[in-house]
C-alpha cells in the first residue's frame, strides 16, 4: 500500500513535469538536428564496478528467471563469455553515437542486413514516443497506424512501418526487457543469426553491455540524444514509466537505420 501511494505521487509529480516539459520538447525538437555537441552525457566514465552493479540490478528483475535459465543451459560458455567482456576495457567498438557488439563497423552491419538467414530486431526505447502516442507511452506496443494523426507525426513511425515481417519490433520499457526479449529471440531461433539494432540511452547501453556479450550476440546499440535521463537517479525513475521527456536520434543516424531497413525490405521482396 505504502508502495502503491509513493508511487501514485511519483505520477503526480510527473505529470506537473510533463507540463513544464511540453514547452522545451518543442524546443528540442526545433534544435535537434543540430544536437550532436550540445547532448549532456549521463555517464563521464564507465567503470567496472558500474559494469556489475549494472548486471546485479538486472538479475534482480529476473524474478521468472528467464536470465538464469538461459545462462544455465551453457554455464560454461556464459561464465567465459561474461568474464571476457569484463576484462574488456570497453565492452563494444563505440564510433560517435554507434556502439558496435562482436561487430566492427557500419559496413560489417549492412553486409549482415543482406543474409536472409539473419533476424533483425529493431529495439526502440519508451521515451522515443510522443506523450500522446496511441498505445500509450511506457508500454511495449506501438500501432503504428498509418491513418493514425499522431502517428503521422511520431518521429519512429517512419522506421518501424518499413520493418519487414521476417524481423522483429521491440519496444523497450526497461533495460532488462531487452535482455530477456533477445534471450527469448536467440532461443526460438537456433538456426538464425539474430542482430539487433535498439536504440537507447547511453546509460542503459552501458548497463546492457556485459550482458549482450554474455548472450554471444552481434548488433549496434545507437544512443538517444534529446531529453535522456542524466544521472542514474533519473535512470532509476524512467525504468518505472516516470519520464516526462522525448528523446531523439543524433544527426544522420536516422538515415543509417533506414538503409538498412531498405536492404532487408529488398531482400524479402
Ligand atoms: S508510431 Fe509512434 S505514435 Fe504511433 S503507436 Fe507507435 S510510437 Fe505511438
Not at 549492412?110 to 510522443?130: E, H, L, Q, R, W
Amino acid at each position: 500500500m505504502a508502495n502503491m501511494e509513493k508511487f501514485s505521487s511519483l505520477r503526480k509529480i510527473t505529470e506537473l513535469k510533463d507540463k513544464k516539459s511540453r514547452k522545451s520538447d518543442k524546443l528540442s525538437d526545433l534544435k535537434k538536428k543540430n544536437s550532436i555537441n550540445a547532448n549532456i552525457k549521463p555517464i563521464k566514465k564507465v567503470t567496472r564496478f558500474f559494469r556489475f552493479k549494472s548486471l546485479v540490478y538486472l538479475l534482480k528483475q529476473d524474478k521468472k528467471l528467464i536470465l538464469w535459465n538461459f545462462f544455465l543451459k551453457r554455464p560454461f560458455f556464459h561464465s567465459f563469455k561474461l568474464i571476457k567482456s569484463y576484462l574488456k576495457k570497453a565492452p563494444y567498438i563505440q564510433k560517435e553515437d554507434l556502439f558496435f557488439f562482436n561487430i566492427n563497423s557500419f559496413n560489417d552491419l549492412t553486409k549482415k542486413a543482406k543474409d536472409k538467414n539473419s533476424i533483425f530486431v529493431f529495439g526502440y526505447s519508451y521515451c522515443m514516443k510522443p506523450k500522446d502516442c496511441p498505445s500509450k507511452r511506457f508500454t511495449k506496443d506501438c500501432i503504428h497506424d498509418k491513418d493514425n494523426e499522431i502517428c503521422q507525426k511520431c518521429e519512429i513511425f517512419h522506421q518501424i512501418s518499413k520493418i519487414p515481417a521476417n524481423d522483429i519490433l521491440l519496444i523497450i520499457p526497461d533495460a532488462y526487457y531487452i535482455g530477456i526479449k533477445l534471450a527469448e529471440i536467440i532461443e526460438k531461433n537456433p538456426k538464425k543469426e539474430i542482430i539487433y539494432i535498439i536504440i537507447t540511452c547511453n546509460m542503459c547501453i552501458n548497463m546492457f553491455s556485459d550482458l549482450s556479450n554474455m548472450l554471444n550476440i552481434k548488433g549496434l546499440s545507437i544512443e538517444l540524444s534529446g531529453r535522456v535521463c542524466r544521472n542514474y537517479k533519473s535512470f532509476l525513475f524512467a525504468e518505472k514509466g516516470i519520464k516526462s521527456g522525448i528523446t531523439n536520434l543524433y544527426n544522420n543516424t536516422d538515415e543509417k537505420i533506414l538503409d538498412i531497413l531498405k536492404i532487408r525490405e529488398d531482400i524479402f521482396s
